[in-house]
């Protein structure tokens, strides 16, 4: 059989027998994919550093009948992560756009959009730079996911919320007025709903230079991790490592 070939970032490496690793890709050509990649800690000719987490490569893969798993059979480096030095803050926000793939995309369902995206927010990763695109990326994730609400109108009494304050709640969907908020609610700035449109109208490379600290945008973040978390009823480990980190 003719092995596939495919543009794939990698999601995640787990050790499997003694040199053999589980492997899930995030492919071009059909989404998620997970595989065997056999003596991969042994073979630097095959894979090399090629299977690090966020990798973009090409991957020559061989799907078997009647086998959940792929058999990986080498990667080739298109860029990589590693080729510029990972602080423990840039190795937290990659391994949060992994997690977020990971748990949101389904098996075998390609989707040239999450691709695109998530090669562009990389792109923007490279430096020292993290918090933007990082928001980006869980912004346009939580949209295309088909989760996220509008951000102009309370979802209970449709008061439009243009300039306005407005809140959201852990356990519901959408955004709320004054009048309509639960108790504990958490409130969403006009200025990050502001933020929020202009970056569902424009691409990552267009916000690369401006300053932006955590504190711009932490309550969308918030925000969107809470719409994230419930859809996928689980809380995501990478989350609580990024809350940690200073500005």
């Known amino acids: ?3 596939k070939e495919s543009e794939a970032i990698v999601l995640r490496t787990y050790p499997l027998r003694e040199s053999d690793l589980l492997v899930t890709l995030f492919t071009r050509m059909e989404g998620k994919v997970k595989g065997v990649a056999r003596a991969a800690m042994k073979s630097r000719r095959r894979f090399g550093g090629a299977l690090e987490p966020l990798t973009y490569v090409r991957a020559f893969y061989d799907d078997r009948e009647r086998q959940e798993l792929a058999r990986l059979d080498s990667c080739e480096v298109i860029e990589s992560p590693m080729a510029t030095e990972v602080s423990y803050p840039r190795a937290a926000a990659l391994a ?10 389904p098996d075998r369902e390609a989707s040239d959009a999450v691709f695109r995206l998530s090669l562009a927010v990389l792109q923007e990763m490279r430096g020292a730079a993290m918090w933007m695109p990082l928001t980006y990326f869980e912004l346009w994730m939580t949209r295309l996911m088909g989760f996220l609400p509008e951000f102009s109108e309370c979802v209970i009494c449709g008061r439009v919320l243009d300039g306005s304050r407005a809140f959201y709640h852990a356990l519901a969907d959408g955004l709320v007025c004054v009048d309509d908020k639960r108790i504990a609610s958490s409130e969403l700035s006009p200025e990050s709903r502001k933020i929020a449109v202009q970056m569902l109208r424009s691409r990552v490379s267009e916000f690369a230079g401006i300053d932006w600290p955590k504190a711009v945008c932490a309550d969308l973040r918030k925000f969107l991790i809470q719409i994230l978390e419930r859809h996928i009823e689980k809380k995501l480990v990478t989350a609580g490592m990024l809350e940690k980190i200073g500005s």
């Open 1 to 3: 059989m003719a092995l």
């Open 96 to 105: 949060h756009v992994a997690e977020l793939l990971d748990e949101l995309l």
